[in-house]
Nanobody
Framework: QVQLVESGGGLVHPGGSLRLSCAAS????????LGWYRQAPGKQRELVAT???????DYEDSVKGRFTISRDNPKKMVYLQMNSLRHEDTAVYYC?????????????WGQGTQVTVSS
């Protein structure tokens, strides 16, 4: 069981920056995929960024060059640095941990943190 707690959301002007943090209850080195997802009102949850255990990252096209996912293994933390924020980045952002357990992928989620981009 992995518990995840996000923080760092808030209200920001277009063009501004935020850094989201995700605190994990377990050693994140053992987690196969760490990721950030978001869900805007009336839309499905979508992938924002992922990081594999060996460090490979992947980003949703609209955030490439603006968002950066990173991790701090000793602190059991995952971060999402968001720069050049746009109105369309407004959403609830969720931290995700995906693990392969006995042949099945298991997802763990945080409770989410609201990011609002507004002038």
């Amino acid at each position: 069981q992995v518990q995840l707690v996000e923080s760092g959301g808030g209200l920001v002007h277009p063009g501004g920056s935020l850094r989201l943090s995700c605190a994990a209850s377990t050693n994140i080195v053992s987690i196969d995929v760490l990721g950030w997802y978001r869900q805007a009102p009336g839309k499905q949850r979508e992938l924002v960024a992922t990081m594999r255990s060996w460090g490979t990252t992947d980003y949703e096209d609209s955030v490439k060059g603006r968002f950066t996912i990173s991790r701090d293994n000793p602190k059991k933390m995952v971060y999402l640095q968001m720069n050049s924020l746009r109105h369309e980045d407004t959403a609830v952002y969720y931290c995700n941990a995906r693990m392969l357990i006995f042949g099945d992928w298991v997802d763990y989620w945080g409770q989410g943190t609201q990011v609002t981009v507004s002038s």
